[in-house]
């Protein structure tokens, strides 16, 4: 297993781009677009801002409701931005995990996955963990099957299962307005920190995500016990 880079594990469901583009009368793939350029500039920023672990929810095992050929191009976006982008991340010290089902994915996307994986394999100073066809309920009920015996399960031990080697949420960041989990890393949340912004995906930048830390590091999180003066 490799070792956890360090800092904080933050969440983000990035959401809205399909708002951001109807607001300027484009069509959703623009939108799409200008996701992943925050995508981008996020991901860079995180380390410096003391986040180790940053998993980005990409697509959702319920997005393939949407209509065809949007699903077609968020797919087509994920393989360019995987393959463009490997080589820069492991530049910059980030190892590149994609998790959720690889299994549906169009034929060469997760070739190209596993390439843009073993490229960043050294990274040290971020994971950049990006969550496709993802669902957090298949997480746990995958976990569930590979149980093999219920007697000497433990909670570490079956958190393992579930989450790999991802350790627990300390912050998870939802933009657009929109405040639901929609089957979003559900068993590592159990004590994250909530944070909702209105700010639509494309428009949310390294401020607002330093901005989302500072109300973060002021919070006390008690886990169940009392708080620090008492
Ligand atoms: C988030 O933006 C990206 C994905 C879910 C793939 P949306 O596409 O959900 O944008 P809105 O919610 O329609 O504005
Ligand atoms: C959640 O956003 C999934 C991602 C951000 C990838 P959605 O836009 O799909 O979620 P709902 O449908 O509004 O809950
Ligand atoms: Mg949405």
């Known amino acids: 297993m490799q070792s956890e880079c360090a800092g904080l594990h933050v969440g983000l469901i990035m959401d809205g781009n399909g708002r951001w583009a109807e607001a300027r009368a484009l069509p959703r793939g623009h939108g799409h677009e200008a996701g992943i350029a925050a995508l981008r500039r996020v991901a860079e920023a995180a380390p410096d801002l003391g986040v ?3 998993t980005l929810y990409a697509f959702s095992s319920d997005n393939w409701r949407r209509p065809p050929a949007e699903v077609a191009f968020l797919m087509s976006l994920f393989g360019h931005y995987l393959a463009a982008e490997a080589e820069r ?11 959720g089902r690889r299994d549906r994915l169009p034929a060469g996307l997760a070739d ?3 390439r843009a994986e073993a490229a960043t394999a ?7 963990r990006l969550a496709v066809d993802y669902s957090a309920r298949d997480a746990i009920l995958r976990a569930a099957a590979r149980v093999t015996c219920l007697d000497d399960l433990t ?5 393992r299962l579930v989450t790999g080697e991802a350790p627990d949420v300390d912050l998870l960041i939802r933009t ?4 639901r989990l929609s089957d979003f890393l559900l068993w590592e949340s159990a004590y994250a920190e909530l944070h909702f912004t209105d700010r639509l995906w494309p428009d949310f930048g390294p401020d607002d995500l330093a901005e989302a830390l500072r109300i973060f590091r002021r919070r006390e999180r008690r886990f169940g016990g009392l708080p620090a003066a008492a």
């Open 89 to 99: 991340l492991a530049a910059r010290g980030a190892r590149l995990s994609v998790i």
């Open 122 to 128: 050294a990274g040290r100073r971020l994971h950049l």
């Open 176 to 179: 657009s307005g929109e405040q």
């Open 112 to 114: 190209t996955i596993a």
């Open 52 to 54: 180790g672990t940053l």
């Open 155 to 159: 909670r570490d031990g079956f958190s």
